[in-house]
């Protein structure tokens, strides 16, 4: 009999799931930045979008098959398209994943008497038919299939059971159970976990998997429940991002099961010292920030205040602290670059912190680093990451900032002049008036590009200590364009978007973030006009 523990798959759904959060829409190229980092880590399955959705999201799943999902990280992760069981997404998908080695095709139907009544307007039966040939379809045209019933949480549980035998009588390979309201809890997860594995018939050929959100702040016990109860994979987001209140956060479990293997008795393939790398850059492609008391990754996660703590810290960490912060990555050197660091330092630098930069990509953040440490005396690792950050992963910039001049203070209104530089070589300046200096930019910005939208949130954090410190600017705007259709993101027409900026300068950041995020707009709506002329 072996005795190795048994082995627990983690399904990454950062680039679905969690891109589904309002906000977090990614541009390609930080897809596919968040996918290399993904294969780092070390998950078994990337589920990479969902390419029906739009041309932009099948190409974005494509392009993660061709190169992340031929193991360009070493390591080869199963490259997952989700898909709704009709034919057009079943057949997108299989197209955008093929190239991958290891292709996956995720399909989902609903099985709740809520969401077959009101939202599918199926009867049972229909519902029994279509999984049956949605499910052959795709395993005709791929090997590996994962089946969803959605809303499992609230759907009748013999009903669940004769769906989930016809997905495996029909070729699903993995059994995949979501709570996707976040409404069980977990002794009623597990019992349900359990239940599936006893009585769905073929039950002993599949993986059953966990897919759990955090509505009621339960995501992370739910699936440790699952996987005690028999559940094989685990699906995740980084931070725990995705729709509403989010997904089971990728670094909960791995520490949860790393940490108390006394007691889980599993084992994942995660190295987890890349974990607090791979959080931060999803903070940076999506916009969305990691509350300081989150677990694992928050800002405060492995800070010790109170008096009683420190001493005791001091005597023996073991007192206070479950995990060593080195054990996610959480330890960052500090001072390591100056101004008079070369090319070759901060490259093999920025290979330590995670980023193997192409040379043209290094060239744009040497320059930025050289530009910064003329201004700062030390730049640290966190300097670098937001430089990398602010530098490679911006829309495509159709309007860049050429320059800025502002004038504000106790006198009077503050002014901006700004120059931006467009399409063709073109040239647009505006001067703007505004209640201060980051009003007037917007303002000035609003006049020269006309997108119509609106500022939700807007943030500056500075990344590390100092007067000199690198501020780092975060924006969220909701857009009145004419939004493309894209059942991922809205139904209401308006989607929200995020922009950001790192510079010494919060005023010049400021307008970096807004246009980043103004430029993500008019990004996809030419996607949405070019997709539909072409239809
Ligand atoms: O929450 C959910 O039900 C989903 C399915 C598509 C698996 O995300
Ligand atoms: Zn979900």
């Known amino acids: ?55 932009d999201d099948w190409e974005a799943v494509h392009q993660i098959a061709q190169t992340v999902g031929q193991g360009s990280e070493g390591r080869v992760p199963a490259i997952c398209g989700l898909a709704r069981a009709s034919k057009n997404d079943i057949t997108r998908a299989a197209e955008a994943v093929r190239a991958a080695a290891k292709p996956r095709i995720h399909t989902f139907l609903a099985t709740s008497p809520i969401h077959m009544e009101h939202k599918l307007r199926m009867t049972p039966v229909e519902v029994k038919a279509r999984v049956a040939e949605m499910v052959a379809l795709a395993r005709s045209l791929c090997d590996d299939i994962e ?12 009903f669940l059971i004769e769906v989930l035998g016809i997905a495996v009588a029909n070729g699903a390979t993995t059994l995949n159970i979501p709570d996707t309201v976040g409404y069980v809890t977990p002794a009623e997860y597990g ?65 949860a099961i790393g940490t108390r293997a006394d ?16 959080s931060k850059l999803v903070t940076s492609c999506t916009g969305i920030a990691v509350q300081p008391n989150k677990a694992i990754v928050g800002a405060n996660a492995f800070a010790h205040e109170a008096g009683i703590h420190q001493d005791g810290m001091l005597k023996n960490a073991s007192t206070y602290e479950i995990m060593r912060p080195e054990s996610v990555g959480a330890v960052v050197t500090k001072l390591v670059l100056g101004k008079h660091s070369g090319r070759a330092a901060v490259k093999s630098r920025l290979a330590e912190l995670g980023y193997a930069l192409k040379d043209a990509d290094l060239d744009k953040a040497f320059a930025r680093f ?44 503050s002014s901006a002049t700004v120059r ?38 807007y943030s500056v954090q500075a990344v590390t200590e100092g007067i000199d410190a690198l501020g780092e600017v975060s924006v969220k705007v909701e857009s009145v364009q004419i939004a493309p259709q894209n059942p991922q993101h809205e139904t209401s027409g308006k989607r929200v978007y995020h922009g950001h900026g790192a510079e010494t300068d919060i005023v010049v950041a400021s307008a970096k973030a807004y246009l980043s995020a103004l ?6 709506t030419d996607a949405a006009q070019a997709a539909e002329a072409a239809s």
């Open 370 to 413: 050289k530009a910064l440490a003329d201004r700062k005396k030390t730049v640290t690792d966190a300097d670098l990451v937001a430089l990398v950050a602010d530098e490679l992963y911006q829309p495509v910039e159709r309007y860049s900032l050429s320059s800025l001049e502002v004038k504000c203070g106790t006198a009077g209104p």
């Open 191 to 255: 019992t349900l976990i359990a239940r599936l594995k006893r009585d769905v018939p073929g039950a002993e050929k599949v993986i059953f998997s966990c897919h759990c959100h955090d509505d009621l702040g339960l995501a992370t016990a739910n699936a440790l429940a699952g996987v005690m109860n028999g559940a094989r994979q685990i699906e995740v987001a980084v931070n725990g991002i995705g729709e509403r209140a989010g997904n089971t956060s990728l670094e909960e479990v791995v520490m």
């Open 1 to 55: 009999m072996s005795t190795e523990k048994p082995y627990v798959r983690i399904f990454d759904t950062t680039l679905r799931d969690g891109e589904q959060s309002p906000g977090a829409t990614m541009t390609s190229a930080e897809k596919l930045q968040v996918a290399h980092a993904l294969a780092r880590l070390g998950v078994d399955v990337i589920e990479a979008g969902f390419p029906a959705a739009s041309p």
């Open 519 to 524: 430029n993500r707009i008019i990004a996809a």
């Open 420 to 457: 931006l530089k467009g399409p063709e070589a073109s040239e647009l300046v505006m001067t703007a008036t505004g209640t201060g200096p980051v009003d007037a930019v917007f303002r000035a910005i609003d006049s020269l590009l006309h997108v119509s939208c609106t500022l939700l949130e």
């Open 263 to 278: 007691f889980f008795g599993m084992r994942h393939g995660i190295d987890t010292t890349q974990i607090m790398r791979v």
């Open 147 to 158: 089946f969803s019933p959605e809303d499992a949480g609230r759907s009748d549980i013999d």
